[in-house]
């Protein structure tokens, strides 16, 4: 079992950035690739970014590559998303999520945390 804790979400302005957080519980941290999600109102949730736990692998949407950067500690359990130049269209709620092996399906991933909220206003 692994636990996802999110945070860092919040209310920003357009061109602003955030920094969002989430923290893993499990022994074998390093032997799951990790992964952003997000899911805006009315909208399927759709895949972010994902790092592979051994760090060789990293996956972006070409429409954040720019502006979204996918980090993680595995001393800490932990990874972030560094999103700068953020636009109204990124608010969403954000999920972190967990697998045994990286890509962009949602159903891959098995572990899954609670989200984080993230508006963006013009």
């Known amino acids: 079992q692994v636990q996802l804790v999110e945070s860092g979400g919040g209310l920003v302005q357009a061109g602003g950035s955030l920094r969002l957080s989430c923290a893993a519980s499990?022994?074998?941290?390093?032997?799951?690739?990790m992964a952003w999600f997000r899911q805006a109102p009315g909208k399927e949730r759709e895949f972010v970014a994902a790092?592979?736990?051994?760090?060789?692998?990293?996956y972006y949407v070409d429409s954040m590559k720019d502006r979204f950067t996918m980090s993680r500690e595995n001393v800490k359990n932990t990874v972030a998303l560094q999103m700068n130049s953020l636009k109204t269209e990124d608010t969403a709620v954000y999920y972190c999520a967990a697998a045994t092996r990286i890509g962009t399906q949602k159903d891959l991933y098995n572990y899954w945390g609670q989200g984080t909220q993230v508006t963006v206003s013009s």
């Open positions: 499990t022994r074998s941290f390093r032997s799951y690739a």
């Open positions: 790092i592979s736990g051994d760090f060789s692998s990293t």
